[in-house]
């Protein structure tokens, strides 16, 4: 992660009274990509691995019905799936079908939702991440992996999604940011 990304996402988290997690995530719009890093100590982190990932095709932005991904500092508060079988469909957050009964399923494999954390920016009122049901999820169609193509969520292909799930910890922070890695 470049200089400047781990310094914006460092005064986020000061001015928030956060600490740093042992994992941090840092999603790029801009590469469509996210980086998993692992810390070290203190904000010293150690960059494990980037996967391909599609944000909106709206583009970014904080506002509730933009369908906009949405940028800043947030945690992951919630993780939905892990006991459903690979190519389990979503709907509410509810189990409906298999991805072999739906290929074209929007939110398909596992849910890992979003809380942003920076109030009035992607928390409260209008804005609010979680109340938008910003997520990181599967798609029954893994054609648009690497392009925008979302509505707002983070997309990752079951291969990477499903040890992602499995090895991201509720409570892991994640940076959304606009521009590329540096």
């Not at 001015?15 to 790029?28: D, M």
Request: aromatic content about 8%; charged content about 20%; hydrophobic content about 35%.
């Amino acid at each position: 992660m470049s200089a400047a990304t781990l310094q914006s996402v460092q005064e986020a988290c000061e001015r928030l009274g956060i600490e740093p997690t042992p994992r941090l995530l840092v999603a790029s719009v801009a590469d469509q990509r996210l980086a998993e890093y692992r810390q070290l100590a203190g904000w010293d982190f150690v960059e494990e691995q980037r996967l391909v990932i599609s944000t909106s095709r709206f583009g970014v932005g904080q506002a509730e019905h933009s369908n906009n991904t949405p940028l800043g500092l947030h945690r992951i508060t919630e993780k939905i799936g892990g006991d459903s079988p690979n190519g389990s469909v979503f709907e509410s957050r509810e189990i409906i079908g298999t991805v072999a009964e739906l290929p074209g399923a929007p939110i398909a494999h596992r849910i890992l939702w979003l809380d942003g954390l920076e109030p009035g920016f992607n928390r409260g009122g209008g804005v609010d991440t979680h109340d938008r049901y910003v997520y990181i999820h599967g798609v029954g169609d893994e054609s648009t992996i690497g392009q925008p193509a979302s509505r707002g969520c983070i997309h990752l292909a079951a291969a990477d999604l499903l040890p992602f799930y499995d090895r991201t910890p509720s409570g892991t922070l994640l940076w959304i940011a606009e521009g590329p890695f540096g």
